[in-house]
C-alpha cells in the first residue's frame, strides 16, 4: 500500500478569494476573518535560490535559502537541504514549526499542480509565475 502524498496547508480568503500561508490573523489582503484552509501537495519550483556564507549567528555556513512557488502560486522562504538548487528545479517541502525546509526531488519525480488559470506549469518555457491580484 503506498503512503498518502505530502501536503502543505495553505489559506483561502472566502471575500477576495487571496491564497497564502495560514496565520493566526486576517486576510492579509482584505482583512477579512472568512478564511478557508486545505491542503496542497508539498512540491514547489524554485524561483530563486542563494548561499549565505557569512550568516546570521547560530546558523551553519553555507546557510542556503529557496524561494519556492507551490501550486496555487503561493509563494515561501525555505531553507534548503543539500546543494543551492537551480532555478526551476522542483523541491519538496515540509513544515518543521514556523519553518519551511525544501529538498531538491529526483528529476521527473514531481509535478507541481497549478490552480485554475494560473501560470504554465513547472519547466515550461513560460514567464516566471506571477502571483493573483
Do not use: Q
Request: charged share 20%.
Amino acid at each position: 500500500m503506498n503512503a498518502p502524498p505530502e501536503t502543505i496547508e495553505l489559506a483561502r480568503c472566502a471575500a477576495c478569494t487571496a491564497r497564502f500561508l495560514p496565520s493566526d490573523g486576517p486576510c492579509p489582503r482584505c482583512g477579512s476573518t472568512d478564511v478557508l484552509r486545505y491542503p496542497v501537495p508539498a512540491v514547489g519550483v524554485v524561483i530563486a535560490a542563494t548561499a549565505l556564507e557569512s550568516p546570521a549567528v547560530g546558523w551553519t555556513a553555507p546557510h542556503v535559502l529557496a524561494f519556492v512557488e507551490l501550486s496555487d502560486s503561493v509563494r515561501l522562504l525555505a531553507i534548503v537541504e543539500g546543494a543551492v538548487p537551480a532555478v526551476g528545479c522542483v523541491v519538496s517541502v515540509r513544515r518543521d514549526g514556523e519553518t519551511y525546509r525544501a529538498r531538491a526531488e529526483p528529476p521527473n519525480s514531481a509535478k507541481v499542480v497549478r490552480g485554475e488559470g494560473d501560470s504554465p506549469t513547472a519547466g515550461s518555457a513560460g514567464p516566471p509565475f506571477e502571483p493573483p491580484r
